[in-house]
């Protein structure tokens, strides 16, 4: 006799693209539309998302991959974007000076992350900035000043070794909040006049909070988005720390089916630059399958 195990799906909300990546599309397919003879670049990834990446190549724009100061000696007419993550002020320049059409697509919240570094650096403080080294929005952030001290982990918070007692630590916009946690503490300790501001962007930690919830009644979960996407990978890090069977999916293809047969209540949360459709449609899948 064989035992039937009835598989229920649950999505998690919220899914699909957050503000700033919509925003971010939107520019690019308008000046598609307002520039219809131009060149359009965009200066990397607009959004960390191999699907979104195709339709903007559909829509004939140039998506640059190699380093954009490097990128920008090759483009001499037509139109730049900057992407969502930031760009740093050197390469909005070079843009400006070779007279490129320049379109600043970067998000509020990280414009508003930027802001209070800057108001931090006036204020003469020393910057923590803890974030994903080679990260656009982190390699724009350490173009401000010298004075930022990129960590990645609390390793490397350990072997910081900071003169003064003026320091502000902050964080990449699309942190996991339970990874940033043992480093404010640790710093804290270490610096106990060091001023803490937490900048996850909401779009990012709802979803962290919403999957953390359901962790004690999963028996899998998948995270749906791109591996270079830190906030997917920050999800992905959370449903690893406790669901073994946790599994981190661009598309349905790369998910073996196979071993969800025997689970029953399985989560699928997703990255904000996931489409919404890719997502709806991987859940039906799973659902028929
Ligand atoms: S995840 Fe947050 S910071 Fe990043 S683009 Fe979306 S809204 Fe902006």
Same mark, same amino acid.
């Given at each position: 006799?064989?035992?039937?195990?009835?598989?229920?799906?649950?999505?998690?909300?919220?899914?699909?693209?957050?503000?700033?990546?919509?925003?971010?599309?939107?520019?690019?397919?308008?000046?598609?539309?307002?520039?219809?003879?131009?060149?359009?670049?965009?200066?990397?990834?607009?959004?960390?998302?191999?699907n979104?990446?195709?339709?903007?190549?559909?829509?004939?724009?140039?998506?640059?991959?190699?380093?954009?100061?490097k990128a920008?000696?090759?483009?001499?007419?037509?139109?730049?974007?900057?992407?969502?993550?930031?760009?740093?002020?050197?390469?909005?320049?070079?843009?400006?000076?070779?007279?490129?059409?320049?379109?600043?697509?970067?998000?509020?919240?990280?414009?508003?992350?930027?802001?209070?570094?800057? %108001?931090y *650096?006036? =204020?003469?403080?020393? #910057? /923590?900035? &803890? !974030?994903?080294?080679?990260?656009?929005?982190?390699? @724009?952030?350490?173009?401000?000043?010298?004075?930022?001290?990129?960590i990645?982990?609390?390793?490397?918070?350990?072997?910081?070794?900071?003169?003064t007692?003026?320091?502000?630590?902050?964080n990449?916009?699309?942190?996991?909040?339970?990874?940033?946690?043992?480093?404010?503490?640790y710093?804290?300790?270490?610096y106990?006049?060091?001023?803490?501001?937490?900048?996850?962007?909401?779009?990012?930690?709802?979803?962290?909070?919403?999957?953390? %919830?359901? *962790?004690? =009644?999963s028996?899998? #979960? /998948?995270? &749906? !988005?791109?591996?270079?996407?830190?906030?997917?990978? @920050?999800?992905?890090?959370?449903?690893?720390?406790?669901?073994?069977?946790?599994?981190?999916?661009?598309?349905?293809?790369?998910?073996?089916?196979?071993?969800?047969?025997?689970?029953?209540?399985?989560?699928?949360?997703?990255?904000?630059?996931?489409?919404?459709?890719?997502?709806?449609?991987?859940?039906?899948?799973?659902e028929?399958?």
């Amino acid at each position: 006799m064989f035992l039937v195990i009835e598989m229920k799906v649950n999505l998690l909300e919220p899914y699909g693209n957050c503000i700033g990546v919509s925003k971010a599309i939107n520019k690019l397919l308008e000046a598609r539309n307002k520039y219809p003879d131009k060149n359009i670049y965009c200066l990397g990834k607009i959004v960390h998302n191999d699907n979104i990446m195709e339709t903007l190549k559909q829509n004939n724009i140039t998506i640059i991959e190699e380093e954009p100061y490097k990128a920008l000696d090759a483009i001499n007419d037509g139109v730049v974007v900057f992407p969502a993550h930031g760009m740093s002020n050197a390469i909005k320049e070079k843009a400006k000076n070779k007279n490129l059409i320049c379109i600043d697509a970067t998000c509020r919240y990280v414009n508003h992350s930027t802001n209070i570094i800057k %108001e931090y *650096l006036e =204020k003469d403080y020393d #910057i /923590i900035f &803890i !974030g994903t080294r080679n990260h656009a929005e982190a390699n @724009a952030i350490l173009s401000l000043s010298k004075r930022i001290h990129l960590i990645t982990s609390l390793e490397e918070a350990k072997s910081l070794n900071l003169s003064t007692e003026r320091l502000f630590l902050t964080n990449q916009t699309a942190m996991s909040k339970y990874d940033i946690k043992p480093i404010h503490d640790y710093l804290k300790e270490k610096y106990p006049n060091i001023v803490i501001n937490k900048e996850i962007c909401a779009m990012a930690s709802i979803r962290q909070e919403k999957l953390y %919830e359901v *962790l004690d =009644k999963s028996d899998a #979960i /998948i995270v &749906i !988005g791109d591996k270079q996407s830190n906030n997917c990978t @920050a999800l992905y890090k959370i449903a690893k720390s406790k669901i073994k069977d946790s599994f981190f999916v661009s598309s349905i293809e790369e998910l073996n089916l196979d071993l969800l047969r025997t689970k029953k209540n399985i989560y699928v949360t997703s990255g904000t630059s996931t489409p919404t459709d890719l997502v709806i449609n991987f859940v039906k899948y799973l659902e028929k399958n």
